[in-house]
Nanobody, 123 residues
Framework: QVQLVESGGGLVQTGGSLRLSCAASGRTVNRYAMGWFRQAPVKEREFVAAISWSGSMINYADSVKGRFTISRDNAKNTVYLQMNSLKPEDTAVYYC????????????????WGQGTQVTVSS
């Protein structure tokens, strides 16, 4: 199996930036696609971004495009989410996830999930 641990969340003011990290361990020999999802209170889980193993395929939700950047460092078994120009509506628990094969925007396609890290954007 693959274990995923997110970090880097916290409290930031509107317009600020955060960088989330997701460290993978376990069966990392496989070329997993990685994704970021988020879930705000009383809302459904929402796709944020996804990236292929090589980094050649990247997708973003329209709500974050131009503000967030997903990247990965396979030598460190880590995927990142750089979040700029943060808004209060970005407040959520952010989860990283892994799947075999190409990236997907569907959470059900991802078989491995981290525990999440809280991001709070104040007004």
């Amino acid at each position: 199996q693959v274990q995923l641990v997110e970090s880097g969340g916290g409290l930031v003011q509107t317009g600020g930036s955060l960088r989330l990290s997701c460290a993978a361990s376990g069966r990392t020999v496989n070329r997993y696609a990685m994704g970021w999802f988020r879930q705000a209170p009383v809302k459904e889980r929402e796709f944020v971004a996804a990236i292929s193993w090589s980094g050649s395929m990247i997708n973003y939700a329209d709500s974050v495009k131009g503000r967030f950047t997903i990247s990965r460092d396979n030598a460190k078994n880590t995927v990142y989410l750089q979040m700029n120009s943060l808004k209060p509506e970005d407040t959520a628990v952010y989860y990283c996830a892994a799947k075999i094969g190409v990236p997907s925007g569907r959470g059900d396609d991802f078989g491995y999930w981290g525990q999440g890290t809280q991001v709070t954007v104040s007004s």
